[in-house]
């Protein structure tokens, strides 16, 4: 089993950039996949971006690619979500999630979630 943590959300304005981190707790984070999503309100949670195990192929949502970059640190048993030019549209919770398939982007393909982070793109 594995817990996660994020951090790094918060208010930025539009153009602007921030970088997620999602810290894991448990044992052998490097056999996970690694996945963000997002929930805005009154939408469904959606795939944002997520990253083998090994670290060395990502694959990301049709909207975010060029702008939002993902990355793992096995070693740090962290995964990060760098955004860059941010939108309003972006605004929503961001949720790390782990689980046992690469190439997963449906939710119901990882099995374990953080409590979330708000990132709020607003003048």
């Known amino acids: 089993q594995v817990q996660l943590v994020e951090s790094g959300g918060g208010l930025v304005q539009p153009g602007g950039s921030l970088r997620l981190s999602c810290a894991a707790s448990g044992r052998s984070f490097s056999r996970y996949a690694m996945g963000w999503f997002r929930q805005a309100p009154g939408k469904e949670r959606e795939f944002v971006a997520g990253i083998t195990w090994s670290g060395a192929t990502a694959y990301y949502a049709d909207s975010v690619k060029g702008r939002f970059t993902i990355s793992r640190d096995n070693a740090k048993n962290t995964v990060y979500l760098q955004m860059n030019s941010l939108k309003p549209e972006n605004t929503a919770v961001y949720y790390c999630?782990?689980?046992?398939?690469?190439?997963?982007?449906?939710?119901?393909?990882?099995?374990?979630w953080g409590q979330g982070t708000q990132v709020t793109v607003s003048s």
């Open positions: 999630a782990a689980g046992f398939t690469n190439w997963a982007t449906a939710r119901a393909e990882y099995a374990y």
